[in-house]
């Protein structure tokens, strides 16, 4: 019977190697030699070469360019090859070789002008924009005075800012949005204050230097600019926010086809 001990290996029994040691690689596996030496030719793979050189050619060569190279005026002139050869390298029918454009589409495409400066109707908007801003810096420092460390009203449904309410007033009816809800407000101008002055009068700003059909809240745009320095211009986030904030709290937008019920 042979003892423990002796089986047990020793360190002196084991393999050792001087230097860096011996480079072991992993072993090459058996191949098939049928499949690694058999060369598989797709066919028409030359003929779209060789057109694909002789186009090459064409382009160096403006004074002999021409418009369009015929897959059938390739393969005349393969003249090293026979015939069963050529017919087996016809390029797909599915492949194309991109033509050049013709006179027609490039003079057409010089013609077209990019626009690089505001428009007529945009110098318009911002002339307009231009006169009013000056009419209201002196209601927005009013009621920024008179909201500051105060919380924030309701505002009521019909706003006016008539000094003497002895004016003749015309009533508009204008859609506000708030932080928490929209609502149709109506409106009281007169000669005294115009539309955008009673609407910043009363915490809104209009959206239209003339004749606007929508307001927002005053503390809505102060969030929004307040938000916009610390993350990028996302308006359009905001605005897609607004949508779902106001539809989960039962304020769901409508046009004229469509009624809430």
Known sequence: MVSTSALAPTRGAQCVSSGLGHHFVSPKKSRDKKKSQTHVELPGAQAKH?????????????EHKQTKVHAVDAVETISDTSQTDALAEIPDPDFEIPSEPSSDILAQESHIKRRILPDKATDSLYSSWKTL?????????????????????ITPEVISACATCLCPQKRTTIACLFFDRFTSIDVLSCRCSMLPQVLLHHGLFPTAPSQPRMAVSVELLSFYRALFERSCDAINALASALKTHYSRRGFIMADARVSNS
């Open 50 to 62: 060789r057109q694909l050189l002789a186009r090459m050619q064409q382009l160096m060569k403006p």
């Open 133 to 153: 801003i000056p009419f209201l810096v002196e209601p927005h420092l009013k009621y920024s005075a008179r909201t500051l460390a105060t919380a924030l009203e």
